[in-house]
């Protein structure tokens, strides 16, 4: 199939690099699979890979990997919350929503999410509301949520069969 794309490729002026091409195998099964061949390179196999600026992991199932997708939010909340002290609050829900949400639910939307990654991007939003209200992390910020307009991260997304998806 890879010499078949290689020959279409060749014939649109397309170019494959093959060092940013990998292959990876979604299976609760673990065997060896033989080396992939693309215009005459092995192709790398991983067991994660990124794509649009979201890394996957791939074991018996193709899961995405939290942690960055938090961790790039945390680092964009506090940019923006560093920068807006004088801000009227309702301004600074606005900054966040308008910067900082998009990152958590980037290419989600394609994506089915377990409930434990879920509950993880729920607690990033509602931190995000903590930090802009001064509010301990025992505090509820759905009033706040509502409030100003905005869904908690549970209702950003759509509960279907057992999984949930991003609007």
């Not at 991983?46 to 018996?60: A, H």
């Not at 900054?95 to 434990?116: N, Y």
């Amino acid at each position: 199939m890879l010499d078949i794309c290689s020959v279409y490729a060749d014939c649109l002026n397309l170019v494959f690099n093959p060092a940013k091409t990998i292959c990876s195998v979604v299976s609760k099964q673990r065997f060896r699979i033989s080396d992939v061949y693309l215009d005459n390179h092995v192709i790398q196999w991983c067991d994660n890979f990124e794509y649009l600026g979201v890394t996957f992991s791939c074991s018996d199932e193709l899961v995405v990997d939290i942690p960055p997708v938090r961790r790039c939010f945390y680092v964009a909340c506090s940019s923006v919350i560093t920068r807006i002290h004088e801000v009227a609050e309702p301004v600074r829900v606005q900054l966040i929503e308008s910067f900082c949400l998009p990152l958590l639910v980037h290419c989600i939307g394609a994506l089915s999410l377990k409930r434990s990654a879920v509950h993880m991007l729920s607690v990033c939003w509602n931190d995000a509301f903590r930090r802009i209200f001064n509010y301990k992390r025992s505090e509820s910020v759905r009033i706040l949520q509502v409030s100003f307009g905005t869904l908690d991260f549970r209702h950003l997304s759509i509960y279907i069969d057992g999984d949930f998806y991003a609007l």
